[in-house]
């Protein structure tokens, strides 16, 4: 059992649908990153969420993490292929950081 | 200019053989890890070192061993190669533990054969 679990792990879409992805946890992190990895690269930052209840927005993409520190969801408006990517959640509990089990969304032009 | 360089991007080797894979960040960063992402893209912490501590993943072998000659670079060596090993490494690099993010290098593909 993994402390991060993502759900869905596989996600195919058509072009200009929504779609949440959801990082979940039953321990307390202090902090919560996500990272999209694409094929052959490192995974890069999109954004650190720090505040129980918190929203970011990065153009098309909303990240939210849960009220009580333990979740947070991505969902994405009117995905593109770009958009194409392996979706990671990470968390800090202080002392070390956990990846997620990870999300692969494939958007189908 | 790459922020976190590694090399070789791809590494294929017999078993039994000694490697090594390089690491630099040119990010100013004080802290630097070696990551293995698995078949399933599972990614878990090898190592992670700064100017005072190195910190060991308990499950990770002995085989492996993160060696530092400066704060910029992070190498990984890795004696008597198994077919298990074959993976995808990746080194990155962050401020203090990380807490705004890591940087991570594009990977480096380890085929044992």
């Given at each position: 059992t993994q402390l991060l679990e993502q759900s869905p792990q596989f996600l195919s879409i058509q072009e200009g649908e929504n779609l949440t992805v959801y990082c979940n946890s039953s321990s307390v992190f202090s902090s919560l990153q996500w990272y999209r990895q694409e094929p052959g690269e490192g995974p890069v930052l999109l954004v650190t969420v720090v505040t129980g209840g918190e929203v970011k927005k990065l153009k098309r993409l909303t990240f939210q993490f849960g009220d009580a520190r333990k979740d947070s969801s991505l969902h994405i408006t009117?995905?593109?292929?770009?958009?194409?990517g392996l979706y990671l959640c990470a968390g800090n509990t202080g002392n070390q950081f956990y990846f997620g089990t990870g999300t692969s969304l494939t958007v189908i032009p | 200019d790459t922020a976190v360089s590694q090399t070789p991007k791809y590494l294929v080797t017999q078993m039994g053989n000694d490697k090594s894979i390089k690491c630099e960040q040119n990010l100013g960063h004080d802290t630097m890890y070696w990551y293995k992402q698995d078949s399933k893209k599972f990614l878990k912490i090898m190592f992670s070192y700064n100017n005072k501590e190195l910190i060991i993943n308990e499950t990770v072998p002995n085989r492996f061993s993160p060696k530092s000659p400066d704060k910029a670079h992070l190498n990984l060596h890795i004696n008597s190669l198994e077919l298990g090993d074959s993976a995808v490494y990746f080194c990155a690099s962050s401020h203090g533990t990380g807490v705004t993010g890591y940087t991570f290098g594009s990977g480096t593909r380890l085929t044992v054969v």
């Open positions: 009117a995905a593109q292929p770009g958009d194409t | -």
